[in-house]
């Protein structure tokens, strides 16, 4: 990513979010990975003003609580909170999982692979894509 | 890209407008660039039926007639337009420009490199990116699914 700044994971899958720690530490992603579990602890923690915003959410959809849908649509309409590019990253292939997510206008929908090498890669060409574009300084 | 729809390319520089003519060449990239030229002539573009709405949308900011901004503001607002991921492509760094074309949920926002090779490389990094995402379908195909899951089961 272009800056240093928090990563925003919201994943339920303990093994998937260890996965993607993994990924973001292989490839020396510099920001700090925050994870958590679903929809209503991420707007928890984006709504506590002690911690730093994330320059960037990676999103999983089916979650326990409040899903990645839902979430999106409290996010998109806080004016305070839209402006975070958020990826959507999940297994569902659904096509109206797909059209729901760019309807809510996420910066892009990457289906989970199921192998790690091959997540890797795709988290790199995520990263690459992020350090080429510019990111919202948006404060507090 | 992902799919083999029109990239739509918003542009009233004409040599910006070829340099990306050319670096979608020198890529291979296979989808055809659609080219107008203020967000005015986008809009029109995309309100014509006989078009193929575009899989993304590649967007400068200072135009005549209506700007990038204007642009933006419109199609965000349009059920059907809004689902085209957009990315900026200026020659603006400006701060105010950048958290305007994110609060207006841009999916990206890329200051064009100066230089023709950094523009490929820059070209190729959004190529890439869009191919490892998913596109939305036309929303025809999607009311297509709906209709055949229900009579299916």
Redesign the interface.
Known sequence: MRTSKPVLLVEDDDVDAMMVRKAVDDLEIAGPLIRVSNGEEALKHLKNQDNERPCIIFLDLNMPRMNGTEFLKVV?AD?AL????I?VLTTS?E??D??GS??L???????KPVDYERFVQ?LK??D???T???????RW | MRSSKPVLLVEDDSVDAMTVTRAFKDLKILNPLAHSANGEEALAYLADPSNEKPCVILLDLNMPKMNGAEFLKVVKADADLRKIPVMVLTTSREESDIVQSFQLSVAGYIVKPVDYRNFVEAIRTIDLYWMLSELPEQEVGVKDANFKASIVG
């Open positions: 998109k004016d839209r402006n975070i590019p990826i292939k096509q109206c797909i059209v760019f309807d206008c996420v910066a892009g929908y990457m289906v795709a060409t995520i690459l894509y992020w080429l574009s510019e990111l919202p300084n948006g």
